[in-house]
């Protein structure tokens, strides 16, 4: 048995490590996987690895601009996200998102 058929999964800052892993994993349990980093050599090197189910795309997370590309893709490729993973692991310095501006950089 699947666990995660019919999902589509978003993990950011997966390029290696924990994110990597939690990808792997998740497309080993049936999910569409969006594998984001902000290094493009990472995702670059992960392209035979995933099939075209997948999305692999450069994004950092601290840019506004680049988390709106992401969604217009995934919007535009399965017109739905289940779940996000957020395995980057960089510091806010402890500003609650409800006070973070477009320009808040961690
Ligand atoms: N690996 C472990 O066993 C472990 C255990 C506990 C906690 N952690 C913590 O989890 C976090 C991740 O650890 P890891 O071992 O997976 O590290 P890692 O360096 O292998 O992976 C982190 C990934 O995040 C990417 N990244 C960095 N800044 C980004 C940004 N702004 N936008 C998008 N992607 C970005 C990096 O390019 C890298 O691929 C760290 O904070 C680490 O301290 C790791």
Same mark, same amino acid.
Do not use: E
């Given at each position: 048995m699947v666990l995660l058929e019919n999902h589509v999964v978003l993990i950011t800052g997966? /390029?290696?490590g924990l994110g990597l892993g939690i990808a792997r994993y998740c497309k080993m349990q049936g999910a569409e996987v969006i594998v984001t980093d902000i290094s493009t050599e990472k995702i670059q090197q992960l392209e035979t690895e995933f099939s075209e189910r997948d999305l692999l795309l450069t994004c950092d997370v601290t840019r506004i601009a680049d988390l709106e590309f992401c969604q217009q893709q995934i919007v535009q490729k399965y /017109?739905?996200?289940d779940a996000v993973i957020g395995?980057? /692991?960089?510091?806010? /310095?402890?500003?609650a998102i409800k006070n973070m501006t477009a320009e808040h950089r961690p």
């Open positions: 997966a /390029g290696s /017109g739905r996200l395995a980057q /692991g960089i510091f806010d /310095g402890n500003v």
